[in-house]
């Protein structure tokens, strides 16, 4: 079984699901979270169980897990009284970043504290990253002034050539040179799923962002697919 952790109104997520469907594929959400059939052990046992999509599940039969959302939020906790959400949420979270990071498989991205998707950095710190893997950057500002919010580099009007990494393959049309940047921002990063823009295809091209949840097309998505089998492959 692949579990793909999602909100419960990313469609994309649901269409993945659909598309592993031999896999036996499911979506795990908050709403999941709150169902009787958890069972969690600290060190992990046989006998641990979850709840996948309103069904519980054997941990054992998981092979891997992909995570598409970046957290708990109040908002998609409609199932709990108002006044408890926010502590409902961050319960939920702690509890996901320590079930994840437990699992006896790959999971596509490993979790930081605050961010399911992998680490949470900000654009300074993916900036300063890219700079140890060679590239060009644009120097990046923040300004904080009182009464007005933060803002930073307005890179709105330029247009970006993008690279997803998953695992050690990339897709993109750009020049060898940005492919093998952006797996080694990836690897830096700690992650094995990510995207990242340029602002043109050619090597010499200036960085402009990560993205730790990028849109997956048919072909990204059998490339995970095949990681998830090559790990377990791997692990047998």
Known sequence: MIVIFASAYDESSYSLADRWSDQNAAVLTCNDLSLPG??????????????????????????????RWPGVFEQELNHIAIEDRDYVAREMMSFLVAWFSRLHCAVINQPSPVNLAGPA??????????????????????????????SENDLTGVPKTDVTVVGHRTFGDVDDILRIKARQLAHLAGV?????????????????GADLLPQLSDEMADA???DFENWEARAA
């Open 121 to 150: 950095w900000r654009p300074e710190h993916w900036t300063y990253a890219a700079v140890q893997v060679g590239l060009p950057v644009q120097k990046v500002e923040r300004h904080v002034s009182l009464g007005i919010s933060n």
């Open 224 to 226: 995970l697919l095949e």
């Open 38 to 67: 958890w069972r969690y052990y600290l060190p992990l046992r046989k006998e641990a169980s979850a709840v996948i999509g309103g069904q519980v599940v054997p941990v054992r039969e998981i092979k891997g897990a992909l995570i």
């Open 192 to 208: 094995s799923l990510l995207r990242v823009s340029f602002a043109g295809p050619n090597p010499n091209s200036l960085f402009l």
